[in-house]
């Protein structure tokens, strides 16, 4: 007996011990490809810091991202507890079918108003522009029987018709959650990542088309291409949940396909394609649309040339854009997130006939960036 304790004190030292070096020895990272996240950095020490308990928390924090052989360690973590019955990981719940869902918690009326209000007062400063709102659904508004029993989830639906009723009439409120809701046997979002597929977006882009004035392409216009069949998205990364299926990313192009160029404005860099083929070597294959996000991307195309569309949003409008080239001679895209200059002197300066604000609904309840609108005005 006390020879096997001895034997079991060995390999413990031994492993606390190569645990240590395999620490000691392994670089920083300033980026997991495979969480899809910037991690934490090893704090400057100072006797300040240290006095006010700053040092030690992100330290504690640093040690927990640097660990030698983190993917293994959170990949064994995530099956043990998948093994024990959990089906909620990070905000992320392991659903039917192979699907992740993220967690939606339904804003406060102090947020609604609050967001509601930065429009209307952009609304305000540009009236003679044409306005629409699209505010996506998550998949788990979508499909909630592919839930597990009993999550707690909010009501999307309600939302975003608070969210709508908080609007002037001028500003046309598309109704996404119908109809993505009446295609709901199509493969509508990636089961490992929070997007709509591009098959989501069509339908989305054609419910655009009354709000926008434009007749919509049938999908038989297109020529649907497989990109990719090894994507593992952000819902993945998140939660940590492996063993999963991988999704696949397909991109329409026009069967009668013109000419566009695509300005990416603050990089001063010029493409000719809506698509970054190389970003599909990379784990974020969704950055396969646009290059991913960036401050202001212009887009020309052989459309109407007295027709500029300007587009505030998120990530949703990526896959969607592509579909609206038709229609416009310009399009800018602007992600608030990372836009510093005037959103405002720039409406003015373009002059464009439409707006569209494309978000899904809980990034625009979560994110505060879309606020900055309400500054841009006062």
Same mark, same amino acid.
């Given at each position: 007996?006390?020879?096997?304790?001895?034997?079991?004190?060995?390999?413990?030292?031994?492993?606390?011990?190569?645990?240590?070096?395999?620490?000691?020895?392994?670089?920083e990272?300033?980026?997991?490809?495979?969480?899809?996240?910037?991690?934490e950095?090893?704090?400057?020490?100072?006797?300040?810091?240290l006095?006010?308990?700053?040092?030690?928390?992100?330290?504690?924090?640093?040690?927990s991202?640097?660990?030698?052989?983190?993917?293994?360690?959170?990949?064994?973590?995530?099956?043990?507890?998948?093994?024990?019955?959990?089906?909620?990981?990070?905000?992320?719940?392991?659903? /039917?079918?192979?699907?992740?869902?993220?967690?939606?918690? @339904?804003? @406060?009326?102090?947020?609604?108003?609050?967001?509601?209000?930065?429009?209307?007062?952009?609304?305000?400063?540009?009236?003679?522009?044409?306005?629409v709102?699209?505010?996506?659904?998550?998949?788990?508004?979508?499909?909630?029987?592919?839930?597990?029993?009993?999550?707690?989830?909010?009501?999307?639906?309600?939302?975003?018709?608070?969210?709508?009723?908080?609007?002037?009439p001028?500003?046309?409120?598309?109704?996404a959650?119908?109809?993505l809701?009446?295609?709901?046997?199509?493969?509508?979002?990636? /089961?490992?990542?929070?997007?709509?597929?591009?098959?989501?977006?069509?339908?989305?882009?054609?419910?655009?088309?009354?709000?926008?004035?434009?007749?919509?392409?049938?999908? @038989?216009?297109?020529?649907?291409?497989?990109a990719?069949?090894?994507?593992?998205?952000?819902?993945?990364?998140?939660?940590?949940?492996?063993?999963?299926?991988?999704?696949?990313?397909?991109?329409?192009?026009?069967?009668?396909?013109?000419?566009?160029?695509?300005?990416?404005v603050?990089?001063?860099r010029?493409?000719?394609?809506?698509?970054?083929?190389?970003?599909?070597?990379?784990?974020?294959?969704?950055?396969?649309?646009?290059?991913?996000?960036?401050?202001?991307?212009?887009? +020309?195309?052989?459309?109407?040339?007295? /027709?500029?569309?300007?587009?505030?949003?998120?990530?949703?409008?990526?896959?969607?854009?592509p579909?609206?080239?038709?229609?416009?001679g310009?399009?800018?895209? +602007?992600?608030?997130?990372?836009?510093?200059?005037?959103?405002?002197d720039?409406?003015?300066?373009?002059?464009?006939?439409?707006?569209?604000?494309?978000?899904?609904?809980?990034?625009?309840?979560?994110?505060?960036?879309?606020?900055?609108?309400s500054?841009?005005?006062?």
């Amino acid at each position: 007996m006390a020879q096997s304790r001895s034997l079991i004190g060995l390999l413990l030292f031994f492993y606390i011990g190569a645990m240590a070096l395999a620490n000691v020895l392994t670089p920083e990272r300033s980026f997991s490809d495979t969480e899809n996240r910037v991690l934490e950095q090893r704090p400057d020490f100072s006797l300040r810091t240290l006095i006010s308990g700053q040092f030690t928390s992100d330290y504690e924090r640093s040690a927990s991202d640097q660990v030698a052989l983190r993917n293994i360690w959170v990949g064994m973590k995530t099956d043990l507890d998948r093994a024990m019955g959990k089906k909620e990981s990070n905000g992320v719940f392991l659903g /039917k079918d192979g699907y992740l869902m993220e967690r939606f918690t @339904s804003p @406060s009326d102090a947020e609604l108003e609050e967001r509601a209000q930065a429009i209307r007062a952009f609304d305000g400063a540009v009236p003679g522009l044409r306005k629409v709102i699209m505010l996506v659904p998550t998949a788990a508004a979508l499909f909630p029987e592919k839930l597990p029993a009993h999550v707690p989830v909010g009501d999307q639906l309600a939302d975003l018709k608070r969210i709508g009723g908080l609007l002037p009439p001028n500003i046309q409120v598309t109704d996404a959650y119908s109809a993505l809701y009446a295609e709901r046997d199509q493969p509508l979002f990636y /089961k490992t990542d929070h997007h709509w597929t591009t098959k989501g977006a069509y339908y989305a882009y054609r419910q655009l088309s009354d709000q926008l004035g434009i007749v919509p392409q049938e999908e @038989s216009s297109f020529r649907i291409d497989l990109a990719t069949d090894e994507f593992y998205g952000s819902l993945y990364s998140k939660s940590g949940f492996r063993r999963l299926k991988p999704d696949e990313i397909s991109i329409y192009r026009p069967k009668q396909e013109g000419p566009v160029k695509v300005a990416y404005v603050e990089e001063g860099r010029v493409t000719e394609s809506l698509y970054e083929k190389d970003r599909l070597n990379e784990k974020d294959k969704y950055a396969v649309f646009l290059g991913g996000n960036h401050a202001l991307i212009r887009i +020309v195309t052989d459309g109407p040339p007295e /027709k500029k569309l300007l587009v505030i949003k998120d990530s949703y409008a990526n896959s969607l854009i592509p579909f609206l080239t038709k229609h416009y001679g310009e399009i800018d895209v +602007v992600d608030l997130r990372y836009f510093t200059d005037s959103l405002l002197d720039l409406t003015r300066e373009r002059e464009y006939r439409d707006m569209l604000i494309l978000y899904n609904i809980k990034t625009f309840f979560e994110d505060p960036s879309i606020l900055n609108l309400s500054e841009e005005a006062s």
